[in-house]
Structure formats: C-alpha cells, structure tokens
C-alpha cells in the first residue's frame, strides 16, 4: 500500500495525533515507532516523504536515516526535540531534507509536507523536470553533468542529491544574479517554513563538490544579508 507520509517517531501519542491530523487534511499517513517497524514498512508499502525522530528508543534515527537513503531517495524530514546546532548540521549530512524542532505547529509541518510532496510528484513526471540550461556545465575544475546529476572534479564523479540538484539547477538558470533566502525558499521548497541552516548545509554541499575551497569559493558565493550569487567566471 502507499502513503503520502510514513511517521517514525516513538512518541506514541504525538505519532497517533499527527497520523490523524494529517489524515484528515487528505495527507495519506501512518505511523512506526521503532527501526524494526520502519524496515518492515518497506516490505510491502511505499511512501512519499518520512517524517523521522532522531531518538529511537534504543535506536537512532540517524542510523535509520542512512539505511533508508542507501535503497530510496524520498524526502525525509527530521522531527525532534534537539535544538543544537550539530544534531541539525549531522541530520542534514546524512540526507535529511529538512529539520523540525517539538514541539511544532501542526499546520505549519503540514504546510511544509504538503510542499514537498508537490515536489516529489514533479520531479517524478517527465513533464515537470528542472530547466535546464545545458546538459554539461563547467565551473572552474568541475564539471556538472546535468543529466546525470552529478559532478565530476579532479576525475572523481559525485552524485548531487535531489535537493543540492534543485539549488545548483536554480543557480545556474540565474547565475550572475543574487538570490535571495527568501526566493530559495520559495522556488526550491515552495514554502517560506523553511530555516536558514537548512539551506546553508545545502550550499555548503554544493561547494564541497564543486568548489577548489569551499571555505574561500570562487563561484557560489555569500552577499551577506541577502542571499547567494553563482558567478560563472571567478
């Protein structure tokens, strides 16, 4: 069976609640509260997007995380009450899409779910792939293949995830102009729920893959206050 949401959380209740409120809201979901039961899930039912706590019981979420994205690559979102920046920054390495603090808002997650599942669909219909400008794109010593979304850089071939692919596709159809948080937001995940270190780890990725020193990049570049600007030529 397919649901638009598979929910891993062991929190029980708030699990059940969530469930429901989605259910409700013509979000098909249902919900796991272990590892185990997550495994099981695949066995015989798909999902469009994971909304996964980071505590497990005994197990971890992130350790769930990487088994998932090691066979999928659906949207997963982690759900958890760890506010510190490195559970954030490890959660969004390990292929995270996004990061949600408890408690949170009902309709603010459902916006956000709702937001990605459109994207999912779209990147899965052939009538609604990324513009793109060329199929091959060279930045300095990195060269993009955009067919095969990947990157390859000093004869190291390096797949883009499906969020670094979006950015990078966005940047490159408006290089040379500054893009604004705010225009990220909405173009790219299509809500304005969407944190600041979301899309920092995101470009910080695209930097390390394309960029000689990502520290110091030559191409995807700051403008402190406003956003980030791909400037083709260094």
Not at 5 to 17: A, G, H, K, N, Q
Not at 160 to 184: G, P, Q, S, T
Request: net charge negative; proline share 3%; hydrophobic share 40%.
């Amino acid at each position: 069976m397919h649901y638009s949401v598979l929910i891993v959380d062991d929190e029980l209740e708030l699990s059940e609640y969530t469930s429901k409120y989605f259910n409700m809201s013509g979000v098909s979901a249902t919900y796991v509260t272990d590892k185990d039961s997550a495994l099981e899930f695949f066995n015989g039912n798909t999902c469009s997007l994971i909304l996964l706590d980071i505590n497990l019981g005994e197990d971890s979420g992130f350790e769930l995380c990487q088994m998932i994205r090691a066979k999928m690559n659906v949207p997963i979102f982690f759900i958890s009450a760890r506010q510190a920046e490195d559970d954030m920054l490890l959660a969004l390495s390990i292929g995270g899409d996004d990061y949600i603090c408890k408690p949170y808002s009902l309709g603010v997650l459902l916006a956000k779910v709702k937001a990605a599942l459109k994207r999912y669909e779209d990147a899965n219909s052939s009538s609604s792939e990324p513009e793109e400008p060329k199929n091959i794109v060279k930045l300095g010593n990195a060269t993009i293949d955009l067919s095969r979304a990947e990157v390859t850089k000093d004869g190291k071939k390096t797949p883009l995830k499906a969020m670094e692919f979006r950015l990078l596709v966005y940047m490159i159809n408006n290089r040379n102009r500054i893009i604004k948080k705010e225009e990220f937001f909405e173009k790219i995940w299509g809500t304005e729920f969407v944190g600041d270190v979301t899309l920092n780890v995101h470009i910080r990725h695209l930097r390390e893959k394309i960029e000689d020193d990502a520290s110091n990049p030559a191409f995807i570049k700051t403008v402190w206050g406003s956003g980030f600007i791909l400037e083709d030529q260094p």
